[in-house]
């Protein structure tokens, strides 16, 4: 099973700045599996961003994600205060799904 | 719009068998895979299978094989996910999730139900 090691595990910035969150696979990763989700407490996890770069419907273009291999990441430029949640990553290899162990994204 | 509406919180006792519903509606139920995805408190989500509405296959993940069952009933659109010989670690909100065809993402997700497993 692939694991994935989502860091910082909470980081903490204010709103305009810019956040990076990364997802590290244990094995290589096909791009078109890595997946990220944002979820806010109480809430079920929201489609952010697919095959490791494409932004889902509705996602505003300062959503970014890039990687390749093992190394993948989530860039927010201008945080706006309702960016702050939980960010996982997943992925997909050998008919099964794992998800990484989150990023909180707090306000500082 | 898409919407999956899963059932209501459940609380069970250890060895006990749990069956959650999700009712799909605003686009063809037939057309897009369902996920189960559980996540315990304070936890990331987990993934447990994945359902094939139109022809009633389904993959479990390893470590539940053996004591979950997918199931459909397309006449309602509702897909159902039982878990059998619950124990305390089982407790957690189960999600069901909409796959678009061999796209490797859950786009749409159900509002989630809670198991809590305790004698």
């Known amino acids: 099973e692939i694991v994935l090691t989502q860091s910082p595990g909470t980081l903490s910035l204010s709103p305009g700045e810019r956040a990076s969150l990364s997802c590290r696979a244990s094995?290589?990763?096909?791009?078109?599996?890595l997946v990220w989700y944002q979820q806010k407490p109480g809430q079920a996890p929201r489609l952010l961003i697919y095959?490791?770069?494409s932004r889902a419907t509705g996602i505003p273009d300062r959503f970014s994600g890039s990687g390749s291999g093992t190394d993948f990441s989530l860039s927010i430029s201008r945080l706006e205060p309702e960016d702050f949640a939980v960010y996982y990553c997943q992925q997909y290899v050998n008919s099964g799904y794992t998800f990484g162990q989150g990023t909180k994204l707090e306000i500082k | 719009q898409v919407q999956l509406v899963q059932s209501g919180a459940e609380v069970k006792q250890p060895g006990a068998s749990v069956k959650v519903s999700c009712k799909a509606s605003?686009?063809?139920?037939?057309?897009?895979?369902i996920h189960w995805v559980r996540q315990a408190p304070g936890q990331g989500p987990e993934w447990m299978g994945i359902?094939?509405?139109?022809?009633?296959?389904?993959s479990y993940a390893q470590r539940f094989q053996g004591r979950v069952t997918m199931t459909r009933d397309t006449s309602t659109s509702t897909a159902y996910m039982e878990l059998s010989s619950l124990k305390s670690e089982d407790s957690a909100v189960y999600y069901c999730?909409?796959?678009?065809?061999?796209?490797?993402?859950?786009?749409?997700w159900g509002q989630g139900s809670l198991v809590t497993v305790s004698s």
């Open positions: 095959g490791t770069s």
């Open positions: 359902f094939y509405p139109s022809g009633g296959a389904m």
């Open positions: 999730a909409r796959e678009p065809p061999d796209s490797l993402y859950f786009d749409y």
């Open positions: 094995q290589s990763v096909s791009s078109s599996s």
């Open positions: 605003g686009y063809t139920f037939t057309n897009y895979y």
